[in-house]
């Protein structure tokens, strides 16, 4: 049953979607309180949504008119907004797409006791389109290419354009999409697992212009698929010389969406060639790296910047990845010792340091619980320590190890304002004060907002 209601959006819930509360009619005098979740909608606005089952305590409504608009709506760019679920506020204004965020890092940092009104503004993108350099598209079984539909992970939407990739891989990725079309190769089926084309992953360094393009599939580029994977390296690197890296990486395994069992090199080499803030590293097609690195060179500038490594001064770098910081952050060090459970990462941070001439960087491949201790051991305690967790937080048992090592400065990165502000009260005990928190917008029109903490310890 589908009931057309009048309501008002009340607050944004953690996905950034819209809030309303309505009250149903029990019939014996009672009521009952039903939430109603509605994309595209701003906090404030009067709305008249449909919404199925309206008798379930949570619904997710389907906005059908905006009736009284916030005076920060905006027209969406993207042809695709609506149905997909990449840019949630592609309606709303960037400056206040900013304020949001700001409020936000001030609401996770209120509800652990620390004061809000040091958080500082949000740092936004001059132009916040286009930033990101690695997208991932999926196949359909008819053989169509493109990005999940919001909450349905079922339903390709068709890729036409993407607002916030970078324009040549889009360009690529849609190439890749008309030769599937042309050869009738069939996508895979989740349910049936028959098919042959499963995702496409673009990556470009905006640095070195360099684009690779992995197409996962469930069989080798051999036998009757040969033909198809010439055309393929013909017509991609024939329309995008910038193309380093062309891979068919083969994958039967239903579970595992993006690995790969084998990796077939179409064109050029494995990997392409990045830049960020003056160093050079080499991205293999599972390698994690910042996805806007103009905001993540802000990123690295502000961190360095409120931690002044001085080159008498030993560092921690702990869930180092591939050393984005540890690189520049060594260069000022006397020493550093980065931490990292993923071993790939870690043989990619230890080959962009000896690229890039960073004699005094050292890696371990370690869960930071157990990394942090050996790191101790062999460095002493750290002048300064630097943390980058992942949105879990590094959680209460790695920050106590931390407190207790005593680092002079320490430097956090976050993805979660929220994990930020509950591992930062591990700290209070240990005597460390945030001095300033910047959050930063490294992910324009989506909710998340990263932040750069620098904790000093008061004198006993
Ligand atoms: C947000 S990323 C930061 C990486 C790096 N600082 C950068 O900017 O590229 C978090 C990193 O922590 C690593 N990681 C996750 N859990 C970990 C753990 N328990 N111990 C050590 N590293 C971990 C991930 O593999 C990932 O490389």
């Known amino acids: ?37 509605v994309p595209n909608t701003l906090p404030g606005e009067r709305v008249r949504v449909s919404a199925d089952h309206p ?22 760019l993207c042809p695709h907004f609506e149905r997909c679920g990449g840019c949630v506020w592609q309606h709303w204004d960037y400056s206040g797409q900013l304020k949001q965020k700001t409020d936000r890092v001030k609401q996770a940092f209120a509800s652990q006791g620390f004061d809000p009104d040091m958080v500082e503004e949000t740092i936004g993108m001059e132009h916040p389109w286009h930033y990101r350099n690695k997208m991932e598209f999926t196949f359909a079984p008819d053989g169509s290419l493109g990005l999940h539909e919001q ?23 849609m190439e890749a999409a008309a030769w599937a079309k042309e ?63 062309l891979l068919w990486m083969e994958n039967r395994n239903w579970a595992d969406r993006t690995g790969a069992e084998r990796t077939h090199i179409l064109a050029g080499r494995d990997f392409i060639f990045d830049e960020l803030a003056g160093f050079r590293y080499r991205l293999w097609f599972d390698t994690f790296f910042q996805t806007n690195p ?69 890696f371990l491949a370690k869960d930071a619980r157990h990394g942090i201790d050996e790191a101790i051991e062999k460095l002493g305690r750290p002048d300064l320590l630097l943390l980058d967790p992942p949105r879990s937080g590094a959680g209460g048992k790695v920050m106590r190890k931390i407190g207790r090592s005593s680092p002079g400065r320490i430097v956090y990165i976050s993805c979660n304002p929220d994990t930020l502000a509950a591992d930062l009260k591990e700290l209070v005990p240990f005597g460390y004060r945030p001095v300033k928190i910047q959050p930063v917008d490294l992910f324009p029109h989506t909710v998340h907002v990263e932040c750069v903490v620098l904790l000093t310890r008061e004198k006993r």
């Not at 008798?55 to 608009?69: D, F, G, N, S, Y």
């Open 1 to 37: 049953m589908e009931k057309i209601l009048d309501t008002e959006i009340q607050h944004l819930d953690g996905k950034g979607l819209g809030q309303a509360v309505i009250w149903r009619e029990l019939g014996d005098g009672r009521k009952k309180k039903i939430t109603l979740t």
């Open 55 to 76: 008798e379930r305590k949570r619904i997710k409504a389907k906005l059908e008119m905006v009736l009284e608009p916030h005076p920060e709506r905006v027209t969406p």
């Open 151 to 173: 909450g349905n992970f079922r339903k390709i939407i068709p890729l036409e354009t993407c607002y916030i990739a970078g324009k040549n891989m889009i360009g690529a990725a």
């Open 183 to 245: 050869h009738h190769l069939p996508g895979y089926d989740k349910d049936t697992h028959e098919g042959l084309l499963r995702h496409v992953l673009v990556r470009e360094s905006f640095a070195t212009g360099e684009i690779m393009l992995a197409l996962f599939a469930t069989e080798p580029p051999a036998g009757h698929l040969e033909k198809a994977a010439n055309d393929l390296a013909e017509r991609i690197t024939g329309k995008f010389p910038q193309v380093k890296s």
């Open 294 to 362: 103009a905001q993540a060179q802000r990123l690295v500038e502000l961190a360095l910047d409120m931690a002044r490594p001085q080159e008498t001064e030993k560092v921690i770098d702990l869930f180092c990845g591939v050393g984005t910081f540890s690189l520049p952050f060594a260069k000022r060090a006397r020493e550093l010792m980065g931490i990292e459970i993923v071993e790939t990462s870690v043989q990619s941070a230890k080959r962009n340091a000896e690229d890039n001439g960073i004699q005094n960087a050292f």
